[in-house]
C-alpha cells in the first residue's frame, strides 16, 4: 500500500514548490491589488473573470480533490479533510429546508458526495442505505428526534457529532496505526476545547454531556470532571495524557493561561507533525500534510485580504497567521 502512493506524491511534490513561503506572505501585505492577484496565479490560483477570493478558493480546492479523489489509492484519506465539506454542506440543505430559500453560495464543493446526493438524504423519508453509519445515523435523528426543524441549533450539534464519529470510524477504518492514532489525538484535543469553551460559558454539565463526542480515548465523564475542577494540573495530565508535548503543558500551567494560547500550542503541534509527514518518501502522509496546509494558506491569504481593508498593522496581521509549510 506505501508504495501505491509514488505517483500521486510526485504530483504533491509539484503542487508543494506553489505553496507560500515567509517571504511571499511580505511581497502579499505589501501588493496592491493587481500585483496580488498575479501573485496568487503565480501559486495556482485561477484568478481569471475578476473571481471572488472565496470563489478561487473553492475552485482550487475542488480542482485538487477531484484531482486527489481520482488518484488516490484510498479515498478514505481524503475524507479526513473533504468530510467536514460533506457536514456543512448537509446544515446548509437542512437550513434551506426550514427556510424554504436557495443558500446554494453556501455549499462548499470539494466534499466526498456530491450535493445533489446529500440533498437526496436530506430530503427522502424513506430509509437511508449505503452510507457510512455516522452519516446516516446523524441524518435519520435529526428526522426523527428534531420534531421541530426550526431547531438549527440541535441539527448543528447533531451533525457536529455525526462528523466528529465519521473521523473516528475513519481512524479505525485506515491501515496506518501511526495516522490512525494522530487522528485520535486530534478528536481528543477538539473535545477538550469544546469543554473548556462550553465550562467559560457556564453550560450544564448535561449539556456538556449531550454535546461532547463520547468516542475518544478520554471518556465524557472524566473530561467535564477535570474540566470543571478548574484545577491546571489536572488540565496539564490530561494534555499529557493526550498530546505528550511539553509546549501544551507549559501553556494550560501557565499563570496567563487563556484559549487563544491553547489552541496556537495545539495548532503548533499538529504543524510540527505535518512538517514531518511531508519529508516521508513514501505513504499518504505527504498528500495529508499538502491538503492541512492548503487550506491553513487560504486563512492566512483571507486574513491578509482582510487585515489590508481594514489597515491592520502588518505585525498583529502576522501575529494571526496560521502555520505554514516551512520550518
Known amino acids: 500500500m506505501v508504495l501505491d502512493y ?4 510526485v504530483t504533491v511534490r509539484i503542487k508543494e514548490q506553489q505553496l507560500f513561503t515567509a517571504d511571499d506572505y511580505k511581497k502579499l501585505m505589501q501588493a496592491s491589488n493587481d500585483e496580488s492577484r498575479t501573485l496568487l496565479s503565480d501559486h495556482g490560483y485561477d484568478v481569471s473573470d475578476e473571481k471572488s477570493l472565496e470563489t478561487i478558493f473553492k475552485d482550487r480546492l475542488k480542482k485538487d480533490f477531484r484531482e486527489f479523489y481520482k488518484d488516490a489509492p484510498d479515498t478514505r484519506l481524503l ?22 430559500d436557495k443558500l446554494d453560495d453556501l455549499y462548499l464543493p470539494y466534499g466526498h458526495y456530491d450535493i445533489d446526493i446529500l440533498r437526496q438524504l436530506v430530503e427522502t423519508d424513506d430509509e437511508i442505505t449505503g452510507f457510512p453509519e455516522p452519516m446516516t445515523q446523524a441524518i435519520t435523528k435529526i428526522k426523527q428526534a428534531v420534531s421541530d426543524l426550526d431547531d438549527v441549533n440541535a441539527i448543528s450539534i447533531i451533525l457536529d457529532l455525526g462528523y466528529l464519529n465519521h473521523m473516528k470510524l475513519l481512524a479505525e477504518e485506515i491501515d496506518d496505526p501511526e495516522l490512525s492514532e494522530a487522528l485520535m489525538t486530534q478528536l481528543d484535543g477538539i ?3 469544546m ?24 471518556p465524557t465523564d472524566e473530561l467535564i470532571d477535570i474540566v470543571e475542577s478548574d484545577d491546571h494540573e489536572r488540565y496539564r495530565q490530561l494534555v499529557d495524557r493526550v498530546f505528550n508535548d511539553r509546549a501544551i503543558s507549559d501553556v494550560v500551567t501557565s499563570d496567563d493561561f487563556n484559549m487563544t494560547k491553547l489552541e496556537h500550542a495545539i495548532t503548533e503541534h499538529t504543524a510540527d507533525r505535518m512538517r514531518d509527514a511531508k519529508l516521508e518518501a513514501f505513504g499518504p502522509k505527504p498528500l495529508l500534510s499538502y491538503l492541512w496546509f492548503l487550506q491553513n494558506e487560504m486563512n492566512n491569504i483571507r486574513l491578509i485580504f482582510i487585515g489590508k481593508a481594514n489597515s491592520l498593522d502588518h505585525d498583529m496581521i502576522e501575529e494571526r497567521m496560521q502555520p505554514i509549510n516551512e520550518g
Request: proline share 0%; hydrophobic share 40%.
Open 6 to 9: 509514488g505517483g500521486i506524491n
Open 79 to 100: 475524507d479526513i479533510f473533504a468530510l467536514r465539506s460533506d457536514y456543512h454542506n448537509l446544515k446548509v440543505l437542512f437550513k434551506e429546508k426550514i427556510s424554504g
Open 191 to 193: 473535545n477538550f476545547m
Open 195 to 218: 469543554a473548556l469553551r462550553m465550562h467559560h460559558a457556564d453550560r450544564s454539565k448535561g449539556f456538556m454531556s449531550a454535546t461532547l463526542f463520547d468516542g475518544g480515548n478520554v
